[in-house]
């Protein structure tokens, strides 16, 4: 009865490096959703996919950040060239589908750029 | 903008006491509400949720109201105990679109 999963929990990258953010929803959930948190602040949306589908990527920086959720495996969130400005708790929530409006959230990928 | 916010960013409570955390939103289109407790280095973790076409919802030891009118959604915790200690955060969801949107917080304090 495994809840969404993140890995890796802490991420130091130093600047210019990529960093690479998994997330595995809960069993049976096929919508995936990733959001950003800076300190003292409430969660931002970034991207929300569906299998092999990215259906709202409204909240992603244009440049340098990306997401996929492939067929077999986690979703990825990706962001290249990382500066301190990314420095952030990143989550990942689940639902089970589109009208199921309930999302379940992983434990969160802190990253750190120094 | 925000267009979900909290009136205050901290409550401290008694132990054993009623808690009630409040938070207003702006968008008359949003149809679903959603309650998250946070604890330091976690994940948010649901609470309680409550659709636009309702008034009152109840949980264990919680209960959400939503007021329609005044665009305003508070939670309350009864009998408040020390695990209640975390971050509190109101979400909201617009009609027609699926992910959500946060408000800035409320950090719960228990006193024993």
């Known amino acids: 009865n495994a809840g969404v999963m993140q890995n890796p929990r802490h991420l130091v990258r130093r600047r210019g490096q990529e960093a690479r953010l998994r997330c595995s929803p809960m069993k049976g959930h096929s919508h995936v959703y990733w959001y950003r948190q800076l300190p003292e602040e409430g969660l931002k949306f970034m991207v929300y996919l569906q299998k092999e589908n990215i259906i709202d990527e409204s909240g992603m920086p244009k440049e340098r950040f990306s997401a996929e959720f492939p067929k077999e495996g986690p979703s990825i969130l990706r962001i290249q060239q990382v500066v301190r400005g990314d420095s952030a708790a990143y989550f990942c929530?689940?639902?089970?589908?589109?009208?199921?409006?309930?999302?379940?959230f992983g434990p969160g990928t802190r990253l750190t750029v120094t | 903008g925000e267009s979900v916010g909290l009136h205050l960013p901290t409550l401290s409570v008694q132990e054993g006491d009623n808690s009630i955390i409040n938070c207003a939103y702006s968008?008359?289109?949003?149809?679903?509400f959603i309650w998250y407790k946070q604890e330091s280095g976690k994940g948010p973790q649901f609470i309680i949720d409550i659709r636009s076409n309702m008034d009152k919802r109840q949980g264990q030891r919680v209960t959400v109201l939503l007021n329609k009118t005044v665009k305003h959604l508070s939670l309350q915790i009864a009998a408040t105990q020390p695990g209640d200690s975390a971050v509190y955060f109101c979400a909201e969801k617009i009609r027609g679109d699926y992910k959500l949107s946060f408000g800035a917080g409320t950090t719960v304090t228990v006193r024993a």
């Open positions: 929530a689940s639902s089970w589908g589109q009208t199921s409006y309930e999302q379940y």
């Open positions: 968008n008359s289109a949003s149809d679903y």
